[in-house]
């Protein structure tokens, strides 16, 4: 049987926006782990009060990119520098097309001289790997793919991170002793339960912390070491319900939509992506709806990736990203959304009239990419992009993209909840009725903690290459 790709599928399809849009594929799952292991309320609190583990050790992909030609693919691919980047050090690494618009996002580990490891979700993953496949270069790619698409429940790396404002305290007692004092997106290699373990000081909600990887089957008697070492320290497992929220507080845009689904100089891509994959039944969901699939796309400053981007060296969209580097960015902000309007769209759920899109709890996201409208006096200012609720904060968040002249805090704006013409006919939407809730422009990260740590000089700093 010939190979049937995502360029078949768009060829076939109606429009791509509108395949997209209904897509069938249901609603995004985290595998591996409970949904709440306690309750997400307590599991969110953690996270800024104690400590959490957070086990990524199930819904990322892993790609292995070995050779003498790894770091020159890498540089040739992503908008970042590599000036300086060296073994033990790891970088949040952003390819994008040769129109500039952004493909994905992914960790990258500098693991040995000429073996590295990108971590994250697949559109990245698969645009390295068709380049390492086609761009004559001398290196050896191999895929971990996440659990949900994997049948023998094994993967090669377990991944954990421990963080919370108690996290180094855990740390500390699992190690036994004093851990090293490492740089944000530095690396080093520890013993835990008599096993080697390589930790990265990172940190997802502002709070310090590490992530702790190594092989399969070291993931039972690590984590238990660790679970162990913060039993009295208020460590709590999250579930899935509470994590896919975490980035409410933090301020990353974990879903822009790969930007690949038109253009002549990416139809040979098209071509080799498979018509079953991430890119052919991904789902586009929300009140902003255009015949142009190019209206959602994103370039690295609206994502707040503009720091990122170096022109120290050649790579794949460089000449579009010179371009537009002087012109005028979309800025990435927080919406805190109207207690009262949420509360009066919630409110709709009860009883027998028209009902308002569901807003589930604590995360409201309904499709794996997300796109609402941001509007004032009714004209489209910007797109939200993932929506929920924190529990530390009591409040209804979203993370938006707008124009620059509403990105100012305090900005008073409208989101526009729930899909067109009763919605669309993805598995994840009822019949509904569209309805504006009012929200206040507000910084990013939201949390004043996070946005401290974030700050230049922060302990984040060093990682923003």
Known sequence: MAHRSLED?????????????????????YPGVPAEYTNWRDEQYAWQHTCVLFNQSYHMADLAVEGPDALKLLSDLGVNSFSGFTVDRAKHFV????????????????????????VGRAPALNWITYHAETGGYDVRVELDQRSAMRTDGRRKSYRFQVQGPNAMQVIANALGEEPPDLR???????????????ALRHGMVGQPGWELFGPWDDEAPVREAILSAGEDLGLRQVGGRAYSSNTLESGWIPSPLPAIYTGDSLQAYRRW???????????????????????????????????????????????????????????????????????????????????????DWPSAVYAMH??????????????????????????????????????????????????????????????????????????VPYVTAVREA????????????
Not at 95 to 118: H, K, M, Q, W
Not at 395 to 403: F, I, P, Y
Not at 409 to 435: A, C, F, I, R, Y
């Open 9 to 29: 599928v768009l060829t076939e399809a109606a429009g791509t926006v509108e395949l997209l849009r209904n897509s069938q594929a249901g609603p995004n799952v």
């Open 95 to 118: 390819p994008c097309t040769p129109d500039g618009y952004v493909i994905g996002d992914v960790i990258l580990f500098a693991l040995a001289e000429s073996r590295y490891n990108l």
């Open 273 to 359: 992506l498979p018509a079953d994959g991430y890119e052919a039944r991904a789902s586009i969901g929300g009140s902003f709806v255009s015949d142009d699939v190019e209206d959602y796309y994103f370039t690295p400053w609206d994502l707040g990736y503009g720091s990122y981007v170096k022109f120290d060296h050649d790579f794949i969209g460089r000449d579009a990203l010179e371009q537009m580097a002087e012109g005028e960015h979309r800025h990435k902000i927080t919406l805190a959304l109207d207690d009262e309007d949420v509360t009066r769209t919630i409110g709709t759920m009860l009883g027998s009239g028209t009902r308002a899109k569901f807003m």
């Open 454 to 465: 974030y700050a230049p000089g922060g302990w984040r700093a060093a990682g923003r290459t």
């Open 370 to 443: 997300p796109f609402d409208r941001v509007t004032v006096d009714g004209e489209t200012v910007g797109l939200s992009t993932w929506i929920g609720y924190s529990a530390n904060e009591g409040k209804m968040l979203t993370l938006a993209v707008v124009d620059a002249e509403h990105a100012e805090p305090g900005t008073e704006v409208s989101l526009v909840w729930g899909e067109p013409d009763g919605g669309s006919s993805k598995p994840t939407v009822e019949p509904h009725e569209q309805v504006e809730i009012r929200a206040i422009v507000s910084p």
């Open 184 to 198: 944000f997106f530095h690396m080093t290699t520890v013993t835990i339960a008599g096993r080697r373990v390589q």
